[in-house]
């Protein structure tokens, strides 16, 4: 999974919490008879979604490193696995 599904998921939940407002919810027909707390609760399950695939995506994650001594001294590091 990638990085951006997870933003793109957390803006979707804060956009259904800024619909929510009442000067936008007024323009918008369909939502007019949503309660506010259910607004917030589904933005609110959207935007923990999109932060739960944040932290589970591979984007960005480096391979370990492990030190190479030469008798007691490090002389460098070497990257352990692929990413």
């Known amino acids: 999974m990638s990085k951006v599904f997870g933003y793109v998921i957390s803006l979707i939940g804060v956009g259904i919490l800024l619909i929510s407002l009442k000067p936008i919810k007024a323009t918008i027909p369909f ?3 949503v309660p506010d707390p259910a607004l917030w609760g589904i933005g609110a399950i959207v935007i ?11 984007g960005g994650k480096q391979p370990a490193e ?9 002389v ?7 990413r």
């Open 48 to 58: 923990v979604i999109g932060v739960f695939s944040l932290r589970k995506s591979r």
């Open 66 to 74: 492990v030190p190479i001594y030469h008798g007691k001294n490090v």
């Open 31 to 33: 939502f007019a008879n």
């Open 76 to 82: 460098g590091f070497r990257r352990m696995g692929k």
